[in-house]
């Protein structure tokens, strides 16, 4: 079992960065891969960024990218995600995920992930 635990969410304002991090609960954690997804009131979980854990490549959903970055720190078993010049269409409640079983490419599904965080809370004011 592990336990992931998202920290860094809050209120920041439009254009502004804020980062997010993601630790998992033991040191020897190797998953094929970590996301994170987000989820704004009324909408379906959809994903952010996914990293691949063992060659460190990289996914970012088009409406992200070249703002956000998602990060691997293997020795503290973390994952954290930079976001920068935030829009109000930002505000969501983000989640880390991990998927620990082998596969193959990026997963983008929710359901492709076996462990979940409890989310923090991103507010980006107009």
């Known amino acids: 079992q592990v336990q992931l635990t998202e920290s860094g969410g809050g209120l920041v304002q439009a254009g502004g960065p804020l980062r997010l991090a993601c630790s998992a609960s033991r040191r020897t954690f190797s998953p094929y891969g970590m996301a994170w997804f987000r989820q704004a009131p009324g909408r379906e979980r959809d994903v952010v960024s996914v990293i691949n854990w063992s060659g460190g490549n990289t996914y970012y959903a088009d409406s992200v990218k070249g703002r956000f970055t998602i990060s691997q720190d293997n020795a503290q078993a973390m994952v954290t995600l930079q976001m920068n010049s935030l829009t109000p269409e930002a505000t969501a409640v983000y989640y880390c995920?991990?998927?620990?079983?082998w596969g193959y490419g990026y997963y983008y599904s929710p359901r492709e992930y076996e462990y979940w965080g409890q989310g923090t809370q991103v507010t980006v004011s107009s």
């Open positions: 995920a991990a998927r620990l079983r």
